[in-house]
C-alpha cells in the first residue's frame, strides 16, 4: 500500500505541474458549462420563483443537477 500512496502522489503531482504550465499558457481553461435552453429556462424560473413548481422538478425537466439549477437561477435573479 506505501508503494501505491507513493506512486499515486507522484503522478498527482506531475499532472498538477503539467495543469499549471499549460494554464500559465493560456490553454488550461476548464470544463465548459452545461448550456441549457435560455428560453425554456427562463419560463421555468419564472414558474419557480412563483412558486408553482420545485427545484427539483425544473432541474429534471431542464436535464442539469439541482445543484446547477439553484445556481443558474441566482444568475438569473441577480442579473434581473
Request: aromatic content about 12%; overall charge positive; hydrophobic content about 35%.
Amino acid at each position: 500500500m506505501a508503494i501505491y500512496s507513493t506512486e499515486r502522489r507522484f503522478y498527482d503531482s506531475r499532472r498538477n505541474a503539467g495543469i499549471a504550465a499549460s494554464a500559465k499558457k493560456g490553454n488550461y481553461k476548464g470544463r465548459g458549462r452545461i448550456r441549457i435552453d435560455k428560453l425554456a429556462a427562463q419560463d421555468i424560473f419564472l414558474d419557480y420563483s412563483a412558486k408553482k413548481i420545485k427545484s427539483a422538478e425544473a432541474s429534471k425537466m431542464l436535464g442539469i443537477s439541482k445543484s446547477t439549477f439553484l445556481r443558474r437561477y441566482k444568475e438569473y435573479a441577480d442579473a434581473k
